[in-house]
């Protein structure tokens, strides 16, 4: 199976930048992927790392090491609508490709 | 729309009484997941499907039944729902289950008495 590990809470000011960071300890693994979930609402998909290395999507980016069994997703240029619940997610392989597990979320506030 | 639907978004319902709740994605994806999410505990899979006929087992498939006759859908079933089954319950699915984007359901918000 797999432990994923991330911060329970973390608060930031609107404009600032903000890292949320996730550890894994896995059986085996086969990507992170990163999603947002505002209360209330389903998970949406920021983004999925395979390979070491920074991936940047417009104001978001996600880090992965493999080889540390780390990943961080930054936040730039805060805005309130960022506060939300961010969530890391690693993936299995081989016979189990599917199967998916979910940390248990980070609670980020974004005060003005 | 591309979209996932489920059904009921609200239950209310009483120990021991078989219920269904209904997936449906008109995406034409290959592989459809059911998550439980509960405070404190995040989301957890319940079961999982690659493909039409192909169905196995997530982190808490006890309690749960689901089928994929077609692929379009992804029905979860409570066999005999029990108080701990209380919980908010998410179909996903994406293309296959590779790197693609997986797509949420709105939810579903299960009370069992």
């Known amino acids: 199976g797999q432990n994923i590990d991330q911060p329970t809470e973390m608060t930031a000011t609107e404009g600032a930048i903000v890292q949320i960071n996730c550890t894994y300890q896995?059986?085996?693994?086969?990507?992170l992927f990163w999603y947002q979930q505002h209360a209330g609402e389903a998970p949406t998909f920021l983004s999925y790392?395979?390979?070491?290395g920074l991936e940047e999507k417009g104001r978001f980016s996600s880090f992965l090491s493999r080889s540390k069994g780390y990943s961080y997703l930054l936040l730039k240029e805060l805005q309130m609508k960022d506060s939300a619940s961010y969530l890391c997610?690693?993936?299995?392989?081989?016979?189990?490709?599917?199967?998916?597990?979910f940390g248990r979320g980070t609670q980020l506030t974004v005060w003005p | 729309e591309a979209q996932v639907t489920q059904n009921p978004r609200y239950l209310i319902t009483v120990t021991g009484k078989k219920l269904t709740v209904t997936c449906s994605q008109n995406m034409n994806h290959e592989y459809m997941s059911w998550y439980r999410q509960d405070p404190g505990l995040g989301l957890r899979q319940i079961y999982y499907?690659?493909?039409?006929?192909?169905?196995d087992k997530g982190d808490v498939p006890e309690g749960y039944k689901v089928s994929r006759k077609e692929k379009r859908n992804f029905p979860l079933i409570l066999e005999s729902p029990s108080p701990n089954q209380t919980s908010l319950y998410f179909c996903?699915?994406?293309?296959?289950?590779?790197?693609?984007?997986?797509?949420f359901g709105p939810g579903t918000r299960l009370l069992v008495l």
């Open positions: 997610a690693a993936r299995d392989r081989g016979s189990t490709l599917g199967r998916l597990y």
């Open positions: 790392n395979v390979l070491d």
């Open positions: 896995t059986s085996g693994f086969n990507g």
């Open positions: 499907s690659m493909n039409v006929e192909v169905t």
């Open positions: 996903a699915s994406s293309f296959t289950s590779g790197m693609e984007t997986q797509y």
